[in-house]
């Protein structure tokens, strides 16, 4: 990878050019993207989501930033951990998917205690030691320079606050591993293709998984910017990891 | 993780928020409890879960690392504290013990008691208004028969154990033999503290 492009999935673009391509991706599936979601993974990405808010350690008067918000999964679920007092900001760097997220809440009847703020995980918006707990679900990969939004990620955070990755990952059993890529190459675009009317895109998607750092890589990358106590946990034979990092 | 477990809390959690949803005042009910976390610890099977009610729904969690109480017990001891009698009796046995915010813990059991669901409305959705009454009426009277059943049966019960095979004493012979039991007891007292005294007489002596 030269110094002025990076990886689009296996295709390689112009850096500059990387925000706007994911931006396509993304405009083009946010009205299909809980659906699709749910197709995917079959459901399971919901319990996924569920055992990042249990690592999380959300409770009543917490300010969260939830960065790749989408449709709001983990956003929703933290709104009502962190009570009246707290407060959640719900991030994307989508406006269509942000847009997406924000109707949802509302449908939900979660108001107050959220923002709703387009938010490029590079560079982050607030002050330094600003939230007690940060997330981004399966948004990484799709960050140009990952470890600069790392390192903005560990700057907003406050002292004792830990941030949570939950990210696709490699796959720790060789035989899932195969299943794993059959499934990702040939059977997500058809769904994508026959839900979403849009294959390329969910090719984009899983190019991107396989793009991604590893489990161990991840974890090297946040210790570098300065987490501390760092771990993961591998969910569904490594496919998903939940990445977790704290700042003392 | 365990996808199987957590399959399990976020089917529980559905389960209990459509229950909730058919007491159409239950959420509002809720609202006094926003926020707080309700851990319960399953005593024997290593198994917890932490509620925490918030607006519009009941959330079901694995973990949470400061709980505002944590309600400790057998499954059966938990199960038997919806009853107003036996979760005294339970927690004074310390089948069940609270820790944390007790009057959480005690605010909590109030909100569940007062989940007030017509099921003959609901029924009559499905079934409409006439075989719904006729329905929940035969239910009602069943519920009275078995009350009413129970008490006989125990009362049947008891008169065979104590009258007709005899092979438990009734509660008034019980209480008369402790009496007896305790005039022996201290008669033999008395004769020890007589006896040593004559002891220390024929020592002295």
């Known amino acids: 990878m030269s110094d002025n492009t990076t990886h689009f999935g296996y295709e390689q673009v112009d850096v500059d050019a990387k925000q706007n391509r994911v931006r396509g991706v993304f405009d083009s599936v946010a009205s299909n993207y809980d659906v699709m979601n749910d197709l995917m993974s079959m459901g399971v990405h919901r319990l996924w989501k569920r055992f990042t808010i249990d690592l999380s350690g959300v409770r009543q008067g917490h300010q969260v930033l939830d960065l790749a918000s989408g449709t709001g999964d983990l956003a929703l679920r933290f709104a009502r951990l962190v009570g009246r007092e707290g407060h959640v900001v719900m991030s994307d760097i989508n406006a269509a998917m942000l847009e997406q997220g924000r109707i949802r809440l509302l449908d939900e009847g979660v108001v107050g205690n959220v923002d709703f703020v387009q938010i490029n995980a590079e560079t982050i918006p607030f002050p330094d030691n600003s939230f007690n707990c940060i997330t981004i679900a399966f948004g990484l990969r799709n960050v140009t320079d990952k470890s600069k939004a790392l390192a903005e990620m560990y700057r907003v955070l406050k002292p004792g606050g830990r941030a949570l990755i939950l990210e696709f990952s490699k796959p720790i059993y060789k035989p899932l591993s195969a299943i794993y890529d059959i499934y990702s190459f040939k059977i997500l675009p058809k769904i994508g293709k026959l839900v979403a009317k849009d294959e390329d895109s969910y090719r984009y998607l899983a190019e991107s998984i396989r793009m991604h750092p590893g489990q161990e890589e991840l974890k090297g990358m946040m210790e570098t910017v300065g987490f501390e106590r760092c771990d993961y946990h591998n969910m569904t034979g490594g496919i998903v990891a939940a990445h977790r990092g704290f700042k003392f | ?205």
């Not at chain 2, 009910?29 to 009941?58: A, E």
């Not at chain 2, 959705?125 to 008490?151: E, P």
């Not at chain 2, 033999?188 to 020592?203: G, S, T, W």
Request: charge should be negative; include cysteine; glycine fraction near 6%.
């Open chain 2, 1 to 205: 993780m365990n996808e199987f477990s957590h399959l399990i809390y976020a089917g529980l959690e559905t389960a209990i928020n459509q229950y909730l949803a058919l007491d159409p005042l239950a959420y509002e009910r809720m609202q006094r409890l926003d926020g707080k976390v309700i851990g319960f610890d399953f005593r024997g099977i290593d198994v917890s879960l932490y509620l925490v009610p918030s607006v519009n729904q009941l959330m079901v969690l694995a973990d949470h690392e400061r709980p505002d109480c944590v309600i400790e017990g057998t499954p059966w001891s938990l199960a038997r504290m919806s009853d107003s009698q036996a979760s005294s009796q339970s927690l004074f046995a310390g089948e069940v013990t609270i820790s944390g915010s007790t009057a959480l813990a005690h605010e909590f059991g109030q909100f569940l008691a007062s989940i007030d669901i017509d099921w003959e409305e609901h029924l009559a959705h499905i079934a409409g208004d006439l075989i719904a009454y006729q329905v929940m009426g035969r239910w009602r009277k069943y519920l009275v028969w078995k009350q009413a059943a129970g008490y006989l049966l125990g009362q049947d019960v008891d008169d065979y154990l104590h009258e007709t095979v005899a092979i438990v004493p009734a509660r008034e012979d019980v209480t008369l033999f402790l009496h007896d039991v305790d005039y022996v007891r201290d008669d033999v007292e008395r004769l020890a503290a007589r006896v040593q005294r004559l002891q220390v007489l024929r020592k002295n002596n």
